[in-house]
């Protein structure tokens, strides 16, 4: 039977920049895939090349080699084509919480009445109702969080690359977002590509996960996270994803 490709498939990324003092390998290498709605994480310690690999993805940075294939075909160094939330929240300070998160469709043009009502719809679970005239300052960490996601969510692409989107926030705040994430995927079922450090959100979230080594970047392991769904946190203290961290970690150190 004819086996469908990945949603996502990368092959034999590389990327090195030129900076003052010479040459820096960032990314050796990288293949990796994601099926149509699998939740994938990588992990890797900073500084290896998790958000150039995301920048490469989306086009907004040219690879020296390889190729990023959607549905099959080759879209290097398009852009547009993904939902991406970059690593730090880019809400603009001067416009409402409802303006930034219908920042994409205004740029792009397109008829921001229905935009707004979109959005509106969306609030609800996004943890936002009655705050869409606030202020990003006057927002709660999390809060702004998940005004970057409904703005990402709201691109209705059918790959998200999601790049430390609770990197900054207290565990408790974090352990929240990871259970409501979780129920925002399983309403939307997109193809997630999720970048984090913290090896037990990678499990907690992931159907498997990529461990990056230090940069130059190589896959240095493939995980697949056994676990049922929907996730429940009790599972973080069970067996099996005690072993399943224990092999991230060992992957990782
Ligand atoms: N535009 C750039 N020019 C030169 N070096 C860069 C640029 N962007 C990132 N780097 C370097 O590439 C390496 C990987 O960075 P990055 O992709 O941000 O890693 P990560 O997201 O895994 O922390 C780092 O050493 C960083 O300093
Ligand atoms: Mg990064």
Redesign the pocket.
Known sequence: MHKAAPKLQLCGIRKS?W?QWGH?A?LDGIDLYANEGEFVSLV??????????FNIICGL?PTDEGTVLLDGQDVGGKIGLFGYMP?QDLLLPWRTLLDNVILGPEIRGEDLTQARRQARELLPLFGLEGFERNYPATLSGGMRQRAALLRTFLGRREVLLL?EPFGALDALTRRQMQSWLLQVWHRFRQTILF?THDVEEAIFLSDRVYVLSE?P?RVQLELSVPLSRPRQRQQVTGPAFVELKQQLLAALL
Do not use: H, I, M, W
Not at 44 to 53: A, D, E, I, Q, V
């Open positions: 920049y900076e820096l960032t890797g310690p900073s500084g290896c090349g998790k958000s150039t690999l940075v690593q790049d970048v940069r970047a």
